[in-house]
Structure formats: C-alpha cells, structure tokens
Nanobody, 126 residues
C-alpha cells in the first residue's frame, strides 16, 4: 500500500507560482516507483478533477486542458517524490490538491487513482 503526503500549498496572488511535492514513505517506495502518480484537486462546490499524471518512469505525462502549459508534473524516483510546478496561477486554481497513486504504471485520461494521500490547500487571490 502506497503512503503519500502532499505539501507545498499556500496563498499566492494571481500570476504567482507554487511547487507542490508528493512524498512516498520508505516502506512504500518500491510500489511508488512502479506506479503512475497523479495530482487531483477539489474546489469548493465542485467534484474531484484530475490535474496531471505521470507514468512510472516519468516518460509520459497527462494534463487537463485547464492547466496545460502552466503546470508541470515531474518525478524523481531516487528520492521517492513527485512534484507539481504551478505557474501563472489563476483564482480558479484554488482547491485542495491531493497526490494519488494508480494501480498500475500507465497514465491516461481515464486512469483511476485508488490510493490517496493527504491534501494541501492552494489559494489564489484575485
């Protein structure tokens, strides 16, 4: 079972940047390194939205249209971490962001994310 902790959220103004981190525990590192990892968010009054995903070795990424060109997902399996660099932030990016692991190594627009970590709040002021 993958244990994930998200961090790096905060309060920024429109146009600002944040870098979120997702860390796997040492005990779950092997599973983490073989799994696709995603960032998902939930804004007030809205459902969960998949923001970005990255396959097991970092060679394939996915972004939802709303963030493509502004956000970059990356991973460093040697450090058991995944990052989400968020630039040109907009008020509509305000949400709780979660990192999650897929059951397998691949990432697609239809990947399911059964293993969730704790969320980190991102607030973008207008």
């Amino acid at each position: 079972q993958v244990q994930l902790v998200a961090s790096g959220g905060g309060l920024v103004q429109v146009g600002g940047s944040l870098r979120l981190s997702c860390a796997a525990s040492a005990a779950s590192a092997d599973t983490f390194n073989l799994a696709a990892i995603g960032w998902l968010r939930q804004a007030p009054g809205k459902g969960r939205e998949v923001v970005a995903g990255i396959n097991y070795n970092g060679e394939i990424t996915y972004y939802t249209d709303a963030v493509r060109g502004r956000f970059t997902i990356s991973r460093d399996n040697a450090k058991n971490t995944v990052h989400l660099q968020m630039n040109s932030l907009k008020p509509e990016d305000t949400a709780v962001y979660f990192c999650a692991a897929a059951a397998g190594p691949s990432v697609t627009p239809y990947t399911e994310w059964p293993y969730w970590g704790q969320g980190t709040q991102v607030t973008v002021s207008s």
